[in-house]
């Protein structure tokens, strides 16, 4: 059924559909690693309708099938009806279910001589010298990545430290597994991983790391990739300021110079808040936006410290709104309440019956209306990273940096999304702020305030 639905619904994000869009665009279809704005979107989806997608798992799996262009394996792009450039697309995330019974993952270590400039972007063969060589598996391992025209080891990457990790029925909690467990799993990888049937990864359980064993996982999913598409074609895992840079100067048919930078969307966030109840703002830098997501995490410590996490297939639910004129460079989010900073998280009434007596004693007519925002910011470090979050919400707000800095030194927080380069600048705005751009009745539902 979803693959009918989603033939039906394939239009360009000028195309028509019955009112403006449709209800609901399945989506069950991955791009080859490229976002490119040049191609046609599936949808349109109306202002208001839903979303809802099969996704692939990201990294590992991409990372060694140098088929695969971008790191990633995402979904297909799809057109928001009535979404121009410069405005802004509204994503509530209704629902993450994670599919997959067991994944791979672990540090990596980059492979000489398989790949041009980049190895998660221009894989090459090492005998044959091919660029984005079809591959084929032979066997289990980490030799198991073969050229399917010459039979090299092709692999742009193998793991230093690795774990093979199974999850419960209810996908509450994960074990890592010992050696025999993981290469029993790694014969059926296809099936333990649920591979969607139109992804064409090698998937990552073939490799059978068991470096971790016994260790016991909580499970809390979210989305790595989720945002709009670029304005020029990017590298799907590329679409950040931390791993955009790589782009710059690269030998490969991608590289950029530094200032079409600009034209990123910053999907690529790897932010653990980006979960089932949070709400997405996105940036629409092309006609009808993009829509597109995919590498799923099955859970993730701050910062993404090994540079991958538990990688996972998974079904996923999102509405989607347009807010006319927003104007912004990046994503802002609106975190599910427990996920805020203790000092960004709305005032009690309690709390705000004691700040009343205070600013009385002292002669302060009105206490501030304020609500929580997070501003994502992304760069080559976290230094560059933080610098661009405050900008733009400084922007976003009508604020000098320097009150931003303020605002979130005593009312948020500077949250690391991914290191090296992926920040949340998080902080309770002026409601009369959030007000004017547009978003205030998007933050009052998220936190319930008047």
């Known amino acids: 059924m979803s693959v009918q639905v989603a033939a039906d619904a394939r239009t360009s994000a000028n195309g028509h559909s019955p009112l403006g869009g449709h209800e609901t665009v399945f989506v069950d ?38 088929e695969i262009r971008g790191g990633h394996e995402v979904t297909m792009p799809v057109a928001v009806a009535g979404a121009e450039v410069g405005d802004g697309i509204v994503i509530r995330i209704k629902d993450i279910t994670v599919t997959s019974l067991a ?59 690795g774990y093979t990790i199974a999850f419960d029925p209810n996908r509450s909690v994960g ?39 016994g260790l016991v996982a909580r499970l809390r999913p979210f989305m790595g990739q989720l945002g709009t598409t670029p304005s020029i074609p990017l590298p799907d895992s590329h679409n950040a300021g931390d791993f955009g ?15 079409q930078l600009v034209h990123r969307t910053d999907g690529h966030m790897d932010i653990d808040a980006v979960r089932a109840g949070a709400t997405l703002i996105c940036p629409v830098k092309v006609q009808g936006g993009g829509i597109y997501l995919g590498d799923m995490h099955a859970l993730q410590g701050d910062g993404e410290i090994a540079g ?20 912004i460079d990046g994503p802002l989010l609106l975190p599910v309440a427990e996920d805020l900073p203790f000092l960004a998280k709305p005032l009690s009434a309690e709390e705000r019956a004691k700040a009343q007596l205070i600013a009385q004693s002292w002669g302060v007519d009105t206490l501030e209306e304020s609500a929580p925002i ?41 949250e690391i999304g991914r290191h090296p380069g992926v920040v949340q600048v998080t902080f309770r705005a002026p409601v009369d702020r959030l007000k004017a751009v547009g978003l205030l009745p998007f933050v009052q539902d998220q936190y319930g305030l008047d």
């Open 245 to 259: 840079s790589f782009l710059i100067g690269a030998p490969h048919e991608y590289g950029l110079s530094a200032d």
């Open 103 to 161: 994944t791979s993952s672990g540090n990596d270590q980059m492979m000489s001589g398989r790949f041009l400039g980049d190895p998660y972007v221009a894989g090459k063969c090492p005998g044959c010298g091919e660029l984005y060589p079809k591959t084929v598996l032979k066997g289990i391992g980490q030799s198991a990545v073969r050229c399917a025209k010459c039979g090299a080891d092709a692999s742009p990457f193998t793991f230093t430290n």
């Open 308 to 327: 991958h996490t538990c990688d996972v297939a998974g079904t996923v639910t999102l509405q989607v709104h347009v807010i006319k004129g927003l104007n």
């Open 29 to 66: 279809q991955y791009t080859n690693g490229i976002l490119d704005p040049n191609k046609q979107m599936l949808g349109p989806v109306r202002d208001g309708g839903h979303i809802i997608a099969n996704t692939a798992p990201g990294c590992w799996g991409p990372m060694i099938t140098p």
């Open 374 to 414: 997070s501003v994502i910011g992304t760069g080559p470090d976290l230094n560059a990273a933080t610098d661009n979050g405050l900008e733009r919400a400084a922007k976003l707000l009508g604020m000098t940096v320097p009150e931003v800095k303020n605002r979130a030194t005593i009312t948020g927080a500077i």
């Open 175 to 213: 074990v890592t597994l010992d050696r025999d467990a993981a290469e029993r799993i790694a014969h059926e990888a296809k099936h333990y991983a649920a591979l969607p049937d139109g992804s064409i990864q090698n998937p990552i359980l073939t490799f059978a790391p068991h470096d971790l064993v």
